[in-house]
């Protein structure tokens, strides 16, 4: 590979980490230079993450928000690499065999109009709509226009799940995965799949961007990343946001028509959401080692063979909760998993392909896996980990096959909370809304 494709695609560099061979290539090719800073209403902002500057009682000042990108300086010089490329044309771009329901062909045609217009767009679809592939058509307008995409999760494990998706269906277009903890170096791909968190590096870097799970941490009211999203988008280019539980900002940018709307509440298998059943529970969740409520549940579980997912609020109530398991059902096979475990997406594997009959997690597989056929329970619903979104994320890993679209989905709790309210709320809503 030729090393300056390391370099080209919108790209905001440091010029002091490049030598000058590299330097003069890319601005021959149209690279622009510019300080790494700029001042407005009299204040210093970083040009890579646009955010403000404090004075540090240092000799040598820096942007503190995108160090651990690289140190920028507030003397330093940036190129901003070039975004003027031609990529390969093709017979057909897109390979895929599938069938789009007429909901998703509708949001389809939604998102057409939307990049036609280049106009940013919101797909509000309910967990296990299908969104993925009303982006596909999407994509493959984008590719036939000879132009770039980005598509980004704040979550790396999205990304991680969505690459060999996009590599799949789009087999000779070159597609990368990027983020903080990915093997491959960049380079330029006309798709890109990345964090949010890598678009700080780029400045008008891409045609459309398609955003996931716009909702969820850490990009939730995260301004530096909001920020790096729009900058990292061409002027004419457009976003595309997707999310199950919309945050309330962007809905109000569809009020005021800032963005369009495509919604979808239905599932694609056509059946309404499974609706929690809430329990309140007497006693502390681990009563008696584990509580004689979910001592019944559980036995019941195994003795119908079910599989299930556990879900808790913070990973010593999980550990704890896994040695009583282990005590009280020593034939029982299971994992447990949370964002600092370095096996994560092994174990969560050994469930999809039901070597083991449960996985307790953390909040950490609240959306963007799929498993067909299990019971999805929350213990210490009431914590307040769980917020609405958190609930109805979760909920909708149930249910999400064609046969089995009535799994359960149990709620326990020692006191109700608002939050568990209105997720229960929103679920019956989203079912009445697909009815009509
Ligand atoms: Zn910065």
Not at 297 to 317: A, D, E
């Amino acid at each position: 590979m030729n090393k300056i494709n390391e370099y080209l695609g919108g790209r905001v560099l440091n010029t002091t980490s490049l030598n000058n061979e590299d330097l003069n290539e890319l601005q021959t090719l149209g690279g622009k230079l510019c300080d790494a800073t700029f001042r407005k209403d009299n204040k210093l902002f970083c040009r890579r993450c646009l955010m403000g500057i404090k004075k540090l009682p240092i000799d040598f000042q820096y942007c503190r928000h995108c160090i651990n990108l690289g140190k920028i300086q507030v003397d330093d010089k940036l190129i901003i690499t070039p975004t003027d490329i031609s990529y390969p044309a093709q017979n057909q771009y897109l390979q895929w065999n599938g069938q789009l329901t007429a909901n998703q062909r509708k949001g389809v045609r939604e998102l057409l109009i939307a990049f036609q217009n280049k106009q940013d767009h919101l797909v509000w679809a309910v967990t296990g709509a299908g969104k993925m592939e009303m982006i596909f058509p999407l994509i493959e307008q984008v590719l036939i226009a000879g132009q770039r995409v980005a598509m980004c999760s704040p979550r790396v494990d999205v990304c991680i799940e969505l690459f060999p998706r996009i590599q799949a269906v789009f087999p000779n277009t070159s597609v990368g995965l990027f983020h903080g903890k990915s093997a491959e170096k960049y380079h330029l791909t006309q798709i890109a799949i990345m964090t949010v968190h890598q678009l700080i590096r780029f400045e008008q870097g891409f045609d459309v961007l398609i955003i996931d799970e716009v909702d969820s941490y850490p990009l939730a009211g995260n301004e530096m990343l909001h920020k790096a999203i729009y900058k990292a988008k061409k002027t004419d280019g457009m976003i595309v946001y997707l999310s199950a539980t919309p945050p309330k900002e962007l809905l109000q940018d569809v009020r005021q028509e800032k963005i369009t709307l495509s919604k979808l509440y239905q599932r694609f298998h056509g059946h309404p959401l499974p609706e929690p059943q809430c329990h309140l529970l007497f006693k502390k969740i681990n009563f008696l080692g584990i509580n004689p409520q979910l001592r019944y549940k559980i036995n019941q579980m195994i003795h119908n063979k079910q599989r299930f997912m556990l879900f808790f609020p913070q990973i010593p109530i999980m550990k704890s909760f896994a040695k009583q398991l282990k005590k009280l059902y020593p034939t029982l096979t299971f994992v447990d998993v949370s964002s600092k475990d370095k096996q994560r997406l092994e174990k969560v594997q050994q469930f999809r392909d039901q070597k083991v009959q449960a996985i307790l997690t953390t909040t950490i597989l609240e959306r963007g896996v799929t498993f067909k056929k299990i019971t999805v329970i929350v213990l210490e619903a009431q914590a307040k980990e769980f917020t609405k979104t958190t609930l109805i994320q979760i909920a909708g890993r149930a249910g999400r096959g064609k046969d089995s679209y009535d799994d359960e989905v149990h709620f326990y709790y020692q006191y109700y909370t608002e939050q568990i309210r209105l997720a229960c709320r929103e679920i019956k809503y989203l079912n009445w809304q697909a009815k009509k």
